[in-house]
């Protein structure tokens, strides 16, 4: 079963090496890995998607993830309201003649060309997973030249009201 996990950091150098060298040891597989610089300074935010087998080795994982000591927070948010999104720059063969055509496809994805020339188009898609998928899948017939994903980064969803919180009010009196 694929999990996201995310880890917050403190920005040095070597973390992610032992992090995925824990990963490796315990024989995760990582699909993908997204790494950046969070609003506080020195902290980085982690985000990985990995493959596996069983809840009691993803346990272990997120216990011996949480002993390093440049980890502040591991978090498994695979099953909570995450906001999650991919980056991925697409080069595909393109002619003039074909520009229009391409651009028809890419549309409807909310994705952008980035990059003209005389024998390729650069696009470039923000999304999920399976939306980016599913525009390659569409790109794949007029032959892609280069690919490039960035692999997921996600963060739980801002706190939302409950009903009961809200207060109510009438315009009658």
Do not use: C, H, W
Not at 70 to 75: P, R, T
Request: aromatic letters at 4%; zero cysteines.
């Amino acid at each position: 079963m694929k999990r996201i996990i995310t880890a917050t950091v403190q920005n040095r150098s070597g973390v992610l090496n032992r992090i995925t060298g824990l990963l490796q040891k315990r024989q995760f597989n990582i699909d993908s890995i997204s790494v950046g610089r969070t609003e506080v300074d020195g902290i980085s935010k982690m985000t990985f998607v990995v493959e596996v087998e069983d809840n009691q080795k993803l346990e272990q994982v997120t216990k011996q993830l949480n002993k390093q000591i440049d980890i502040l927070k591991v978090s498994d948010i695979t099953d909570k309201a995450i906001v999650a999104r991919e980056l991925a720059l697409i080069k595909v063969v393109s002619s003039s003649q074909l520009r229009s055509e391409i651009q028809g496809i890419i549309e409807p994805f909310r994705a952008s060309i980035i990059d003209v020339s005389k024998d390729s188009l650069s696009v470039q898609v923000t999304g999920k997973t399976d939306k980016i998928e599913a525009l390659i899948d569409l790109l794949r017939p007029y032959g892609i030249k280069e690919l490039a994903r960035t692999g997921m980064t996600a963060f739980l969803r801002g706190q939302q009201p409950q009903v009961t919180e809200l207060t109510s009010y009438s315009l009658l009196k």
